[in-house]
């Protein structure tokens, strides 16, 4: 598999804290994504990034923001968390050729 | 713009039998198209993809997808269903090879595979 992690792989957290996901990877790639995985809505995609600093919306990004400071690492931040960000994170690189996905973030909102 | 749709969210199989996951999409340009497997608590791996070259596409795990351009169709075919093939798989279409094309994403099936 290609060299990407992300952290943590569970967390809970409280309603109307901040939260932040971490993405990294090893291969060098471009472009980055964080999608949402729910029960009956497949992958939805969150944020994407196509460079260091250069970042765009998805089709879900109300109530979270990204950041991309490195090529290696692409964060994703819920600014005020609400139960209905309850959901599996991933983050993926890659294009028209196709993603590598990492293993997931598995977040919890109480 | 591309679209995907999955015909059947859930399917059921008895082990050995014939495994179709049925994908169509819409693509205003030839597309490439991907097919994706997530076991349980896992991130999704690829299993093939079809880039403009061989209609019938072979991948991992003995599965393989055949494109059909005048049906609009990806399908994805295992003669012989193993229990171990229970998973969610997902169809994707690129609307071209660049690093700047973004994969759109069917909704996914279920694959459940009875012994």
């Known amino acids: 598999d290609a060299g990407i992690t992300q952290s943590p792989r569970h967390k809970v957290t409280e309603t109307g804290t901040p939260v932040t996901l971490r993405c990294h990877q090893t291969e060098n790639h471009r472009y980055m994504y964080w999608y949402r995985q729910d029960p009956g809505h497949g992958l939805r995609l969150i944020h994407y990034s196509y460079g260091v600093k250069d970042t765009d919306k998805g089709e879900v990004s109300d109530g979270y923001s990204v950041s991309r400071s490195k090529t290696e690492d692409f964060l994703l931040t819920l600014e005020s968390a609400t139960s209905s960000q309850t959901s599996v994170y991933f983050c993926a690189i890659g294009g028209g050729f196709g993603y590598t996905f990492g293993s997931g973030t598995r977040l919890t909102v109480v | 713009a591309q679209s995907v749709t999955q015909l059947g969210s859930h399917v059921s199989v008895s082990e050995g039998a014939l495994v179709l996951l049925r994908c169509n999409y819409s693509s205003s340009v030839p597309p490439y198209l991907f097919w994706y497997v997530q076991y349980p608590n896992q991130g999704l791996q690829l299993l093939l993809k079809?880039?403009?070259?061989a209609t019938l596409v072979k991948g991992i795990n003995g599965f393989e997808a055949e494109f059909k351009k005048s049906e609009t169709s990806f399908h994805l075919t295992k003669p012989s269903a193993h229990m171990s093939d229970a998973a969610e798989y997902f169809c994707?279409?690129?609307?071209?090879?660049?690093?700047?094309?973004?994969?759109?994403w069917g909704l996914g099936t279920s694959l459940a595979v009875n012994p």
């Open positions: 079809y880039t403009s070259a």
């Open positions: 994707a279409v690129s609307d071209g090879a660049g690093n700047n094309r973004k994969l759109i």
